[in-house]
């Protein structure tokens, strides 16, 4: 009986070596090790046999079993660790990478031309003081008309120029909307700029029905044309440049009294009037709309314009931006062609 059981000891690790030379993959092994040292594997059932031997047998059996159990688990560990080297290494030579080679170049965005622009304007503005203010782009018929002195039978009251909802409400076709609702809730002094989106039902060469304005308004006791024209004066000469001349015409805006269009000399030809197709040899480029608030607006807000006075603006910032960086077509703005957006 003990013979026999020590022979089979002994024969384990012989077995165990031609399972292992077969073995093909890591699951191979796994079922190979529950052969040998499952519950009911090889070893086991050695052990099992043991309860029959003698009390003296039994120790020599079990030292010589322990002996055979140890050198099983450290083969078949050793058997395992090869067969992850060998996945590793084969991963490794297909995988191969070289560290010489170029990375790959991380591309950059950049800032939209018009939000360029607008940014150096709201810059030059807030330098001045004026506080940037915001307001609704869906607006009521009282804010973007009624306030601002615009009768009823306006034609910018025209559903060809407006856009209107369902609700009754519209898109603001101006950021002057937001003069009014700053000096309803607010008392002077009022010192603001608002930049937004404005729509208006017009689509051609020259207009998009969504564009960008820039708004501006200064109310305080004593405020004068001439704040208007000095403010305006700086603002031109630091976005076109110090050369750039100034010229204010007369015009017409229900909102202002008086009213006046702000030109400055062509920006492309120098007012040099040599076939420039800017300015058309005018060697004007008209650029904003601009006047002293009208009484009536005030008086619709609640000021009394026997005390307060003050002027406002409205300028197109893709007209700006078009001056400024020399572009010929409204509608590459919106195009979102890269080959154009990358060149500022
Ligand atoms: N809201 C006018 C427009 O859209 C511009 C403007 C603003 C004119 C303020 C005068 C004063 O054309």
Redesign the pocket.
Known sequence: MKESLLQALDGLETQLEEALAQAQSESDLLQIKGRFLGKKGELAQVLSAMGRLSAEERPQVGVKANQVKEALCSRLQSSLQGFQQKVLDQALASDHFDITLPGVPVEFSSMHPLIQVLEEINTLFRRLGFEVRYGPEIEDEYHNFEALNIPEDHPARDEQDTFYLKTGRLLR????TV?IRVMETEKPPIKMIAPGT?YRSDHDLTHSPMFH?V??LWVDRGIHFGHLKGVLKLFVKSFFGSETNLRFRASY?P??EP?AELDVSCVFCHAKKSACPVCKDTGWLEV????MVDPNVFEKVGLDPQVYSGF????GVERMAMLKLGIPDLRLFFENDLRFLKQF
């Open positions: 076709t101006h950021t002057s003069q404005v304005q708004e501006g805006f909102f202002t009213s904003l709309g601009c006047g406002a603006f409205g300028m």
